[in-house]
């Protein structure tokens, strides 16, 4: 067996492309009208068409395809904190700074955590 050499970068790339894979890529579908009737198709595309890595799974009936991508949403959940995009991550440490600055700089400071406003008062702490 060779080495394998895998980073960060490439499993950050593996969940973007998971997080925002379309379908469409994988299967054409709609509705048809043939003779009076209608109906609907799902058609698979070929295997050197697609990207396998993001298929979990694939099942072929009488009745048409199915392809199942992976988990977009574990993949999004991964991105959000991987990139902190609701800033929770960054809240918690603003208010661990503002515990430190107030320790650090003597009891007279009293910071509202909320608005970040400092003001001297002996009386608040």
Same mark, same amino acid.
Request: aromatic fraction near 10%; include cysteine.
């Given at each position: 067996?060779?080495?394998?050499?895998?980073?960060?970068?490439?499993?950050?790339?593996?969940?973007?492309?998971?997080?925002?894979?379309?379908?469409?890529?994988?299967?054409? *579908?709609?509705?048809?009208?043939? /003779?009076?009737? !209608?109906?609907?198709?799902?058609?698979? =595309?070929?295997?050197?068409?697609?990207? #396998?890595?993001?298929?979990?799974?694939?099942?072929?009936?009488?009745?048409?395809?199915?392809?199942?991508?992976?988990?977009?949403?574990?993949?999004?959940?991964?991105?959000?904190?991987? *990139?902190?995009?609701?800033?929770? /991550?960054?809240? !918690?440490?603003?208010?661990?700074?503002? =515990?430190?600055?107030?320790?650090?700089? #003597?009891?007279?400071?009293?910071?509202?955590?909320?608005?970040?406003?400092?003001?001297?008062?002996?009386?608040?702490?």
């Amino acid at each position: 067996m060779g080495e394998l050499f895998v980073n960060g970068r490439d499993v950050l790339e593996l969940y973007i492309r998971i997080a925002f894979a379309d379908i469409t890529d994988y299967v054409e *579908f709609g509705n048809y009208t043939k /003779d009076g009737k !209608k109906g609907s198709y799902v058609y698979l =595309k070929d295997c050197d068409q697609v990207d #396998g890595q993001l298929i979990e799974e694939v099942s072929v009936s009488a009745s048409g395809g199915k392809i199942k991508l992976l988990d977009k949403t574990k993949a999004l959940e991964k991105l959000e904190k991987f *990139f902190d995009l609701f800033g929770i /991550d960054a809240w !918690k440490r603003f208010v661990e700074e503002q =515990k430190l600055n107030v320790r650090e700089n #003597g009891a007279n400071r009293v910071i509202n955590v909320i608005t970040g406003i400092v003001r001297e008062d002996e009386d608040e702490i």
